[in-house]
């Protein structure tokens, strides 16, 4: 049983920058994907960005491109999202996901793909 555990968040003003990291470690799968989803308060659970491991294609929500980056460290098994421009809208509890991904297009948006979570950092970006 793979778990994850997320860093970086914190508080930032508009415009500003962060860095979450997700640090995965136990049994993973031999092909996985690793996802960044967020939740605001009293919204939905929304995709935010997810990197094949083995492949290394990705895939944004159309709010985070340009803005956010997603990338991996294959020797620590963590990934990374880089988060640029941040807008209040942005703000929310980031969480990591990882489940199995065995295709060689963009790694999937849909969070029940997804078997294993992190417990979530928060991300508040102040106007």
């Known amino acids: 049983q793979a778990q994850l555990v997320e860093s970086g968040g914190g508080l930032v003003q508009t415009g500003g920058s962060l860095r979450l990291s997700c640090a995965a470690s136990g049994r993973t799968f031999s092909s996985y994907a690793v996802g960044w989803f967020r939740q605001a308060p009293g919204k939905d659970r929304e995709f935010v960005a997810a990197?094949?491991?083995?492949?290394?294609?990705?895939n944004y929500a159309d709010s985070v491109k340009g803005r956010f980056t997603i990338s991996r460290d294959n020797a620590n098994n963590t990934t990374y999202l880089q988060m640029n421009s941040l807008k209040p809208e942005d703000t929310a509890v980031y969480s990591c996901a990882l489940g199995p991904w065995y295709g060689r297009n963009a790694p999937p948006s849909l969070s029940s793909v997804y078997d294993y979570w992190g417990q979530g950092t928060q991300v508040t970006v102040s106007s």
């Open positions: 990197i094949s491991w083995s492949t290394g294609n990705t």
